[in-house]
């Protein structure tokens, strides 16, 4: 008899262990795991939420985005009868002497599809004062130099166009740069919200697909980067999608190709 079987009768020896060891064995081995908690299923909800916020923020990109341009846009579109409105910010008074900058925006018609654009010149009241500028400044400023103020030229490119003045312009206003263009206001507060609602949805949904967290957390920098996660990243309210294979993209090479495409993450 093997030591410590003493316990065990002869006939419980005869395959092995005993029952009282199977049965110890067994109670050892039967200890309770902590359970596992499961990702909560309603952040496909959220990611859908966040894809509405998105396409507002589109929207509101398009129609009323701010896109860069120059004095000469603005006085090819005013003579082909093209602008719908325009505003100018900044201007010297009548009698006045130096310089300041002028700023212009503009809104196309329909057949510039709506476009807003701006541009700045910097306005001098003497002619001979262009150059004393253009010295003074040299090539840190790329800003145009006139002494023609911007509203009087729209009115003589196109007399029929509404011309806004506005004295100075407003102060501090959040901004943010979408596809392009830029965005002001609430507009900038809803992309808040679409950044840290996608980052949360990373953190704390399931496994996301097609690429590993920190894949996606690259990913982010690029155009369009978050609205592809809360696209791509999960299967939608309502819809039946099946997982993708098992082959993701990995942090690594979305690092290399956030480098190498760069870009705004803005959307």
Do not use: K, N, Y
Not at 10 to 37: F, Q, Y
Not at 74 to 87: D, F, I, N, Y
Not at 136 to 145: I, M, N, Y
């Amino acid at each position: 008899m093997r030591p410590g079987w003493s316990a065990c009768g002869a006939g419980a020896l005869d395959g092995g262990w005993c029952a009282a060891s199977v049965v110890g064995v067994l109670d050892a081995s039967s200890t309770p795991l902590p359970p596992v908690r499961a990702p909560w299923r309603g952040w496909a909800g959220v990611r859908a939420a966040l894809l509405a916020v998105t396409l507002v923020v589109l929207l509101v990109t398009l129609v009323f985005g701010e896109r860069a341009a120059d004095v000469q846009d603005l006085r090819v579109a005013a003579r082909a009868g093209r602008v719908a409105g325009v505003q100018v910010v900044g201007g010297l008074p009548a009698g006045a002497t130096g310089e300041v900058v002028q700023r212009v925006r503009w809104r196309a018609d329909w057949r510039g599809a709506w476009q807003v654009r701006s541009a700045e010149v910097r306005l001098v009241s003497d002619e001979h004062l262009v150059g004393a500028l253009s010295d003074a400044v040299g090539e840190a400023s790329a800003l145009p130099v006139t002494t023609r103020d911007v509203g009087q030229a729209v009115r003589a490119w196109d007399p029929g166009v509404r011309v806004e003045r506005v004295e100075h312009a407003r102060g501090f206003v959040l901004s943010a740069r979408v596809l392009g263009a830029t965005v002001r206001g609430w507009v900038v507060v809803l992309l808040v919200v679409q950044s840290l609602g996608a980052l949360l949805v990373l953190i704390g949904a399931a496994e996301p697909w097609w690429a590993t967290r920190w894949a996606w957390f690259w990913l982010f920098s690029l155009p369009l980067g978050t609205t592809a996660f809360l696209l791509l990243s999960g299967p939608l309210p309502g819809r039946r999608q099946h997982a993708p294979g098992s082959r993701r993209l990995r942090g690594g090479w979305a690092f290399v190709l956030a480098v190498l495409v760069g870009g705004s993450g803005a959307l």
